[in-house]
T-cell receptor
Framework: KAGVTQTPRYLIKTRGQQVTLSCSPISGHRSVSWYQQTPGQGLQFLFEYFSETQRNKGNFPGRFSGRQFSNSRSEMNVSTLELGDSALYLC????????????FGPGTRLTVT | KQEVTQIPAALSVPEGENLVLNCSFT??????LQWFRQDPGKGLTSLLLIQSSQREQTSGRLNASLDKSSGRSTLYIAASQPGDSATYLC????????FGTGTRLQVFP
């Protein structure tokens, strides 16, 4: 069974630009969550999508948004990039239910210059 | 507000030692707790998942325990190897994963 995949793996953007990251969950998983990892703040929850609906949202500004498609693939968008958005962005998928194990992808390393 | 703490922050040991990594959390209302491993610049690899109703889980040389009432979990690594060198993260699952800051482990030959 293929794992969680994320594209692209690396991105370099300029302040003020926007970026879209993609995540394909494990086949059969309908829940996709996004996390931001920085040296200063560690791993922080961005949002979770389930069956194309945002189910939960972390404490991030509205510049961070996401969506999920009918095939469970998810995209995350960050508009008006700031230097502080430089981070490793990880997505995770799990089966239905809060008690299921979460599986993470390899991440997208975003650098904002 | 749920807070997760991991002790120690870093650990350096010779090969062959048995290790204990600690994780504590402030709110016992959790679905489960997961231990992850992260190699530098990489994603997270799930090591063990303990449901809130369980006390212990084992996988190979790894054993994780959970004491929900005291808000503690430990990850025991038996007979450590250089390949175990990585950052180990615990995360409690409420309606999202809340992570500790990790323990950076180095096992030297």
């Amino acid at each position: 069974k293929a794992g969680v995949t994320q594209t692209p793996r690396y991105l370099i953007k300029t302040r003020g630009q926007q970026v879209t990251l993609s995540c394909s969950p494990i086949s059969g998983h309908r829940s996709v969550s996004w996390y931001q990892q920085t040296p200063g703040q560690g791993l922080q929850f961005l949002f979770e999508y389930f069956s194309e609906t945002q189910r939960n949202k972390g404490n991030f500004p509205g510049r961070f948004s996401g969506r999920q498609f009918s095939n469970s693939r998810s995209e995350m968008n960050v508009s008006t990039l700031e230097l502080g958005d430089s981070a490793l962005y990880l997505c995770a998928s799990r089966g239905q239910g809060g008690h299921y194990e979460q599986y993470f992808g390899p991440g997208t390393r975003l650098t904002v210059t | 507000k749920q807070e997760v703490t991991q002790i120690p922050a870093a650990l350096s040991v010779p090969e062959g030692e048995n290790l204990v990594l600690n994780c504590s959390f402030t709110d016992s209302a959790i679905y489960n707790l997961q231990w992850f491993r992260q190699d530098p610049g990489k994603g997270l690899t799930s090591l063990l998942l303990i449901q809130s109703s369980q006390r212990e889980q084992t996988s190979g040389r790894l054993n994780a325990s959970l004491d929900k009432s005291s808000g503690r979990s430990t990850l025991y690594i038996a007979a450590s190897q250089p390949g175990d060198s990585a950052t180990y993260l615990c995360a409690v699952n409420t309606d999202k994963l809340i992570f500790g800051t990790g323990t950076r482990l180095q096992v030297f030959p």
